[in-house]
């Protein structure tokens, strides 16, 4: 698998979907998919493991899509500075190792959508172009909070089990 998308990257792909079908667990270890100047949309899924690196550069990445994978690594601001042009961020099912809490900030974000039971952690979310919210969470607490000003919203779904 690691050498499929790695043959990819260095031919300038824009969308790499790289799925997990096998009952055993893919360790992504390497940093490679998160350093590409022309990588627009990223999903990871399946059973695996995502380690983030240190140094993330993705800056034409306008789709970022997480689904039933562990992600290792902060979820912050230099995250999301490292993705300037990130319009669509989507986390389903997902488990967050080591986080004790998530900051989504992203100058260019429109979508976000979060969906799974194993978000127990604060969420802090910085968007001044956010257009569409969708969380479904399953927790008996949701610690969100939003900061800056939210004038472009017009769809907001909260789903909370």
């Known amino acids: 698998m ?3 998308y790695m043959h990819a990257l260095r ?7 790289i799925r997990n079908w096998s009952w055993s667990v893919a360790d992504l270890t390497t940093p490679h998919i998160f350093i590409s100047e022309a990588l627009k949309v990223l999903k990871v899924q399946t059973f695996s493991i995502i380690h ?23 979820i912050d601001k230099a995250f999301f500075s490292a993705m300037p042009s990130l ?6 099912n997902c488990r967050l190792s080591k986080h004790e809490s998530i900051t989504i900030s992203a100058c260019q974000l429109e979508t976000l959508i979060i969906t799974g039971s194993l978000f127990r952690m604060p969420i802090t979310i910085f968007s001044g172009r ?4 969708d969380i479904e969470v399953a927790v008996a607490k949701l ?6 000003k939210f004038s472009y919203l017009s769809d907001a779904k909260f789903d909370i089990l």
Do not use: M
Request: hydrophobic share 40%; glycine share 6%; proline share 4%.
């Open 52 to 74: 983030l690196p240190s140094s993330i550069c993705l800056p034409s990445l306008r789709i970022l899509h997480f689904e039933s994978v562990t992600i290792n690594g902060h």
């Open 87 to 92: 319009k669509t961020f989507i986390v389903e």
């Open 11 to 17: 031919h300038n792909v824009e969308a790499i979907d």
């Open 2 to 4: 690691c050498g499929s």
């Open 130 to 133: 956010l257009k569409s919210l």
């Open 143 to 148: 610690n969100l909070k939003f900061k800056g």
